[in-house]
């Protein structure tokens, strides 16, 4: 192979006729070398060999380097999958180049990128249906006018309420104060009122009064009952307003209204309200009616682009009207139609020119506005009674509600439901949704009921073309093939589908895998990538060809020795390696393990061992295993249990003995994990996780939870017969990566003598901080797997020197080797150590300095989930070193499935109701032992799917994550900061993956039947900020190159000299400071004795101010003979001068006594008075 790749050999400029046909002999001499054309084999045989041989990767190079790099992918992958399956088929080189599509291929369909859906979880309550007053009410009648883009609501009582689109507060309120019901409202621009109909009359009311002005004009009494009201722009003059009114017994009626008519001099006062009462007979326009439908009108509308009006009615002979406001004064036929059981509603989508109504037959018909013979389209899915339609223009949507709160969202020109939601809020009053209308503008949908509710429309990721789902029944398993970069996921239905990971695009698939009706329920590939084993419910188990889809073997358990009255089905399967062969590890037949050999020779599947489950349990001392003790079978000879006592001895007994159990009797196996090459673990229905030795298919340990107490074993008991099952295995082996330093400078230039001297401090210091460090840590070139991790750890403890510290410059050297072999070049060690290739200069500017990576690996974390929505972590020894759980929307889930990245820096974990959380967990898996909280932090929450999470899996190059449901849908998440959650789309749409942009990072895209926000937890307010302290050294030795920016001349440049050794003593720098301020006294500029960041201050000469003296004073026995207060005699020279104010406050408190008692001559008071 290497011999084929040297001569294909690509050229560095455009091919000619030789050329090209030259590269075309290749090619072809190259397909049948692989193929083996010339072989006496047969074509099974031949396949067989050429899938076990030949890698997709090596193929993919083969052929590029032939004809370049432009080659597609998506064309070698073809190509790959026809020779893998059949030898003999004939490849034409026409099929590279793309210029070969098969007959059934589709054409890829071009779609938008996102739809518009409404966010459930941002409903926003815009106020009561009463408006301000407190009384319970509902909404009868909603509507916007975008022209003062404001809400008007009508409530059945007759609380009229005016708001603002965009602060959504309460402009205005009155009641109309009648003793009917509001049946409708709309807004009369001309008159800048706002009209409002009951059932016996119709109210005009001036929104803008303030206080005791507001008057309600109430033209009645009508006809007939009103039941549908709406404005029309049919007015002759710019002081008047028409309005349309439909009543019970099927008139449609057309009210003209002038300004004058609303006066107060041809009005009566009604004295139980208060309303200005206008009787029609008395309007400058009389009333034009027309009987066009045989029952009531249940709503009328003007359709401005149609210049048309439409009615609709319960009736079924003239159910839906649409015609012109001059038909009503005339008897000229009407266009009309007629559907069973009548139109509720409808609506008019301008853009799209149709119309859409809906009625009690719980059908949604489309209809062209000048083609009533038949429906141009229907859109069944409601199960009651369609009361209300609204239409989005811009997205052209139709948006219908029904009876049950159920709100659906439909595209006109697929005739597809995009959203269902409902409205399952508990508020007080009557719950039903009377009206809706959408709000162009604003982009939002409002309701009625007994409250205004806002629906606010967001953009999604939706593909309107088909049902949004990758298999018809739930997923039963999702695993990702690193090798060819494709997906597989597996049903209930025994259908097994293969996708391209890059494109979301169906490679192939198998239906009916395992025979008819048999379900699929779990899966395995092998780690070449080319080996699929499944197993169903009827406990068989087959291989299959990756790249072709083919069945290779199968096996079939002796179902005469199973007992038919259990369980038979495979419940987990994994690929692994025992001496040397390729098996298979299968649970389930009753709760058994077996191994199972897929060899390389042709034939079915061959029992290789089945695990015994014996395990024997010393009563003295619980199991426990050194985290480097998994891959070593061999115990110790000395027993650590303490020896039995001397015969006829009073606590003489024989339970000491080690005890034998059946592990499998009392753990029922739920999943399995692969931990290194020769051990894997085990999850059980009781919480347990088991480990087995793969090589001699017997226990090694047992992780044990603690007991439960009796309260909570009843409580959960309650709600799941496994409360504590272990749904899911993970084993973390954290990995940091970062570039080698020293490797960068030589690739720079940057080499002083001053670092060598650094590297040998370096390799003093740094074993000593590497043997101290709490977790075994690994530094090497590249780690892969956590049996590299594992086996490292113990070559670190083989390898150690004296005083334990390992050989650093062994390593270094096995690590240089390794990288020598790799890149195949040699490489000469210098007598500093460092490592030089012999043309350096020639290939500095070729290599990558990050290619060379020191990566550090830590012990191995074991992760499981459990059904009681607790994750655990348990080290190697069996300990139990952390437990969480997640913080969701709906706290308590199950957790389900788990995965992690590469270096296990973040933890994937979904649950039972659909959510997937975030962690990040790599300062604790650095550190395992520590007790601080803060070492794992939950970093998003979101809902992904409505029903439970089958599967996880993390894809590296594409930073996303694959989820598989019970929902029947795989879907793909954005997995990196800050577009966590980002939906990027499902297996088997038509359009390509949407990554995220950095314009729409901050608003997250939800799939069609999401509606609930990413939750991501919030700052604690609580914490204190700890400031940053700067902690000070005072080293033996004064440093002068640290303290060389405070100097004056920092900035100039001087001539380096050599460096003279100054005479320190030692002591000098453990003293005390002193404290002195003779620096503050003296004039002069800072010296050398001041210190360094004195001497760079300015100095300023202070002068000590003269101390004011006060004068003393004393008070006698004498009686007072001075007439000032402030001052007294001098004091004796005993005596000790006291502050003025002081007494002279003590002399004003005499001063007021004297005055009270005149013959008091002493300042003290008499005992009396005292």
Not at 448 to 457: A, E, H, M, R, T
């Amino acid at each position: 192979m290497a011999s084929v790749e040297k001569d294909f050999g690509g050229l560095g400029r455009p091919y000619t006729s030789q050329t090209f046909t030259l590269k075309l002999k290749q090619f072809e001499s190259y397909i049948a070398e692989l193929t083996q054309q010339d072989s006496e084999a047969s074509a099974e045989e031949r396949r067989q060999t050429l899938n076990e041989n030949l890698r997709f990767d090596v193929f993919c190079d083969a052929i590029r380097s032939l004809f370049g790099p432009d080659i597609r992918s998506q064309d070698l992958k073809a190509i790959f999958r026809k020779i893998s399956t059949n030898p003999d088929a004939k490849v034409d080189w026409s099929e590279l180049f793309g210029y070969f599509q098969s007959e059934d291929e589709e054409p890829d369909q071009i779609l938008s990128e996102d739809i518009s859906v409404f966010t459930v979880s941002k409903k926003h309550r815009i106020g009561e249906a009463a408006g301000d007053k407190k009384r319970r009410d509902v909404i009868s009648a909603v509507t916007h006018n975008p022209n003062i883009d404001i809400y008007i609501s009508a409530s059945q009582k007759g609380a009229i309420s005016v708001w603002n689109s965009k602060s959504l507060r309460l402009q205005a309120c009155c009641d109309v104060n009648e003793t009917s019901w509001v049946t409708g409202i709309d807004y009369l621009p001309s008159l800048r009122r706002v009209a409002a109909a009951t059932e016996r009359s119709i109210c005009i009311w001036d929104h803008r009064a303030k206080g005791k002005n507001q008057s309600i004009f109430s033209i009645k009494p009508t006809d007939n009952s009103v039941q549908c009201m709406t404005y029309v722009p049919y007015n002759t003059s710019i002081h008047e307003d028409s309005i349309l009114f439909g009543d019970d017994l099927g008139y449609v009626n057309l009210l003209r209204i002038a300004a004058k008519d609303l006066n107060t001099k041809h009005a009566k006062v009604d004295k139980r309200n208060g309303n200005l009462v206008i009787e029609p007979a008395t309007l400058s326009y009389p009333i034009q009616k027309r009987k066009l439908h045989d029952d009531w009108v249940l709503k009328v509308k003007y359709l401005a682009d149609l210049r048309c009006f439409a009615s609709c009615s319960p009736s079924s002979s003239t159910s839906f009207v649409l015609e012109s406001i001059d038909r009503l004064s005339d008897s000229i036929p009407c266009k009309s139609l007629s559907i069973p059981k009548g139109v509720n509603c409808f609506a008019f989508c301008a853009h799209a020119n149709v119309i859409a109504t809906g009625g009690n037959d719980k059908i949604i018909r489309i209809w062209h506005p000048h083609i009533f013979s038949r429906p141009t389209g229907k859109m069944i899915g409601h199960l009651f009674t369609i009361i209300d339609v609204a239409v989005n223009e811009k997205d052209q949507h139709v948006v219908s509600l029904s009876t049950a709160r159920v709100f659906r969202v439909w595209d006109i020109h697929t005739l597809t439901s995009l959203q269902v939601f409902t409205d399952n809020e508990e508020r007080p009053g009557e719950k039903r949704i009377h009206c809706m209308v959408y709000d162009e503008r604003h982009e939002r949908l409002i309701t009625g009921s007994s409250v205004l509710d806002l629906w606010p429309l967001t953009r999604t990721v939706q593909d309107t073309m088909q049902v949004p789902h990758t298999h018809d029944r739930p997923i039963a398993q999702v695993l990702f093939n690193l090798e060819l970069n494709q997906v597989v996921t597996v049903c209930t239905e025994s259908i097994i589908k293969v996708w391209e990971l890059e494109s979301g695009k169906q490679v192939y698939h198998v239906t009916e895998s395992h025979g008819p009706n048999v379900e699929i329920t779990a899966i395995a590939i092998d780690k070449t990538g080319y080996r699929l084993a499944s197993g169903a419910l009827d406990g068989s188990l087959k291989v299959w060809d990756f790249g072709s889809g083919q069945e290779i073997r199968s096996w079939m358990p002796n179902l005469e020795s199973e007992r038919g009255d259990e369980d038979i089905g495979v419940t987990s399967l994994l690929y692994i390696e025992v001496n040397e062969r390729r098996c298979i590890v299968a649970s389930g037949w009753n709760n058994k393990l077996r191994l199972l050999e897929d060899s390389q020779d042709v034939g079915d599947l061959t029992l290789y061992a089945e695990f015994s489950d014996l395990f024997h349990l010393s009563s003295s001392d619980s199991p426990s295993l050194h985290p480097g003790s998994l891959s070593s079978r061999s115990s110790s000879s000395f027993s650590r249990s303490r020896p039995l006592p001397d015969i006829g001895h009073a606590s003489a007994q024989i339970t000491n003995i080690n005890r034998k159990e059946n592990i499998l009797e009392s753990h029922e196996v739920t999943c399995l994990a692969p931990l290194t090459s020769d051990s894997m673990a085990t999850g059980c229905a009781n919480g347990n996780i088991v480990i087995w030795d793969t090589v001699t298919a017997t226990v090694q340990q047992i992780f044990r939870l603690p007991s439960m107490s009796a309260n909570d074993k009843n409580e959960h008991e309650e709600k799941t017969t496994h409360p504590r099952r272990v749904n899911s295995l993970l084993l973390m082996v954290h990995r940091t990566r970062k570039p080698d330093p020293a490797y960068i400078k030589k690739l720079t230039g940057h080499v002083s003598p001053s670092d060598h001297s650094s590297m040998d401090e370096d390799k003093e210091t740094g074993t000593e901080s590497f043997t101290g460090s709490q977790s075994r840590a690994m530094t090497s070139v590249s780690q892969r797997d956590a049996s590299t991790a594992v086996g490292t750890a113990e070559e670190m403890e083989t390898n150690q020197g004296e005083g334990g510290i390992p050989e650093k410059d062994s390593v270094s050297k096995v690590e240089l080797m390794e990288d020598n072999a790799k890149d195949g070049t040699e490489r000469l060690p210098t007598a500093e150590g460092a490592v030089l290739d012999e043309d350096a200069d020639e290939e500095l500017e070729n290599i990558d300095p990050t290619a060379r990576m020191i990566v550090t690996t830590y012990d191995p974390i074991l992760v499981s989930c459990h059904s009681d929505a607790l994750i655990q972590f348990w080290n190697m020894k069996g300990e139990m070193v952390r437990e969480i759980s997640a913080m969701t929307r709906r706290q308590g889930s199950a957790v389900t499935a788990i995965c992690a990245d590469e270096d296990c820096n973040v933890l994937i974990t979904g649950d039972n109701k659909g959510y997937i959380t975030m962690w990040s967990v790599d300062m604790f898996l650095e550190n395992p032992q520590s007790d601080e909280n803060e070492l794992i932090k939950q970093l998003i929450s979101w809902r992904a799917h409505l029903s439970r999470i089958v599967t996880l899996v993390y894809t590296n190059h594409m930073k996303s994550i694959i989820s598989g449901s019970l929902d029947g849908s795989v879907r793909l998440w954005y997995a990196e900061d800050p577009a966590r959650g980002h939906f990027m789309g499902f297996f088997s749409q038509h359009r390509p993956w949407n990554f995220p942009s950095l314009e729409r990072s901050s608003t997250p895209v939800l799939p069609y039947d999401i509606t609930e926000g990413p939750l991501r937890p919030m700052k604690n307010v609580n914490e204190k900020k700890h400031k940053t302290t700067q902690s000070y050294e005072y080293p033996l030795v004064f440093d002068d190159n640290k303290w060389k920016p405070f100097r004056r001349s920092a900035y100039v440049q001087t001539r380096t000299k050599h460096k003279e050794p100054e005479d320190m003593k030692f002591f000098e720098a453990l003293q005390k400071p002193q404290f002195y301020n003779d620096h503050l006294k003296s004039g002069r500029t800072g010296e050398m004795s001041l210190g360094a960041v004195f001497r760079a201050l300015p100095v300023y000469t202070v002068k000590t101010p003269e101390l004011v003296k006060t004068p003393s004073m004393e008070f006698g026995n004498s009686t007072w003979t001075t007439d000032s207060f402030l001052f007294a005699p001098p004091p004796s020279k005993t005596n000790k001068s006291t502050s003025p104010t002081k007494e002279a406050g003590k002399v004003k408190s005499q001063h007021r006594r004297s005055a009270k008692d005149p013959t008091s001559t002493s300042p003290m008071p008499s005992p009396r008075k005292r």
